[in-house]
T-cell receptor, first 112, second 116 residues
Framework: DVKVTQSSRYLVKRTGEKVFLECVQD?????MFWYRQDPGLGLRLIYF???????EKGDIPEGYSVSREKKERFSLILESASTNQTSMYLC???????????FGPGTRLLVL | AQKITQTQPGMFVQEKEAVTLDCTYD???????LFWYKQPSSGEMIFLIY??????QNATEGRYSLNFQKARKSANLVISASQLGDSAMYFC?????????????FGTGTSLTVIP
């Protein structure tokens, strides 16, 4: 079974703090994704990566950056957290054109 | 334009009845994939069913079936014999294959409540 883990289930941060969200997968998948999920808006793609050190902007990259130094690890960075970044963050991985995406358990981030 | 449209923010169904959750999609690609996911209140996304654009038969997985109407660009999820545990958010998604890899597009979701 594919396992995707995220560093925290719940996180509370202050405005202006630098926030790191980590995602680790154990199936050697090439593609990794970060989404944020907000009520009524569904999942929106922030960034994705199709190889080590490669990254592509998704639909809402502003205020975020990512890092993929190793194939199994994809980090989402909030350089200076703001209250409008309070959300649920989901990491996902996939490999190939037919497979589904496999999701981590999500991180609920609250920025005060 | 929205890539995936789910027009039902909330649905109710009586236990043991069937329910259809609507999904329409927008793409100019010939090759694409359609997915449905379930998200219980715990937050994890659970893959339910997949339909490829070239698949002629509707996909089925246990009590889930996907009613694929390519000309209408619709991919509705049918849940038969609803159970209380089916109460959750349901998301329709589409995969397009890009030069830089696959990209998924998700709908806004439908909240399903199963009534005893």
């Amino acid at each position: 079974d594919v396992k995707v883990t995220q560093s925290s289930r719940y996180l509370v941060k202050r405005t202006g703090e630098k926030v790191f969200l980590e995602c680790v997968q154990d199936m050697d998948h090439e593609n990794m994704f970060w989404y944020r999920q907000d009520p009524g808006l569904g999942l929106r793609l922030i960034y994705f990566s199709y190889d080590v050190k490669m990254k592509e902007k998704g639909d809402i990259p502003e205020g975020y950056s990512v890092s993929r130094e190793k194939k199994e690890r994809f980090s989402l960075i909030l350089e200076s957290a703001s209250t409008n970044q309070t959300s649920m963050y989901l990491c996902a991985t996939d490999q190939g054109a037919v497979e589904t995406q496999y999701f981590g358990p999500g991180t609920r981030l609250l920025v005060l | 334009a929205q890539k995936i449209t789910q027009t039902q923010p909330g649905m109710f169904v009586q236990e043991k009845e069937a329910v259809t959750l609507d999904c329409t999609y927008d793409t100019s690609d010939q090759s694409y994939g359609l997915f449905w996911y379930k998200q219980p209140s715990s937050g994890e996304m659970i893959f339910l069913i997949y339909q490829g654009s070239y698949d002629e038969q509707n996909a089925t997985e246990g009590r889930y079936s996907l009613n694929f109407q390519k000309a209408r660009k619709s991919a509705n999820l049918v849940i038969s014999a609803s159970q209380l545990g089916d109460s959750a958010m349901y998301f329709c998604a589409m995969r397009e294959v890009k030069n830089t890899g696959n990209q998924f597009y998700f709908g806004t979701g439908t909240s399903l409540t199963v009534i005893p």
